[in-house]
Nanobody, 122 residues
Framework: QVQLVESGGGLVQAGGSLRLSCVVS????????MGWFRQAPGKEREYVAG????????YYSDSVKGRFTISRDNAKNTVYLQMNSLKPDDTAVYYC???????????????WGQGTQVTVSS
């Protein structure tokens, strides 16, 4: 059974940085494209970033482009989301997801983590 476990969330002041990690177990990590999504209270789930299985291709939503960086280490079965210049609007629960190909649509991913809370204070 494939399991995804996120970590690295927390409380940070605006302008600060956090790095999220997502460890995947129970599957062939290097065969999965990975994505990060987030959901703020009262809002729909939002695509944040995606990365191909090889790591050669990365994709970002306009709201985070230039501030966030997605990366992966296939030897460690881990995908990362480096978040810089954080804003209060970035406050949300962040989820990682695994699937056959990168997509902005959450429905295209087969496996999801439980999420990690990120809170950015002003």
């Amino acid at each position: 059974q494939v399991q995804l476990v996120e970590s690295g969330g927390g409380l940070v002041q605006a302008g600060g940085s956090l790095r999220l990690s997502c460890v995947v177990s129970g599957g062939t990590f290097r065969s999965y494209a990975m994505g990060w999504f987030r959901q703020a209270p009262g809002k729909e789930r939002e695509y944040v970033a995606g990365i191909s299985w090889s790591g050669d291709s990365t994709y970002y939503s306009d709201s985070v482009k230039g501030r966030f960086t997605i990366s992966r280490d296939n030897a460690k079965n881990t995908v990362y989301l480096q978040m810089n210049s954080l804003k209060p609007d970035d406050t949300a629960v962040y989820y990682c997801a695994a699937g056959p190909r990168v997509s902005w649509s959450g429905g295209r991913y087969d496996y999801w983590g439980q999420g990690t809370q990120v809170t950015v204070s002003s």
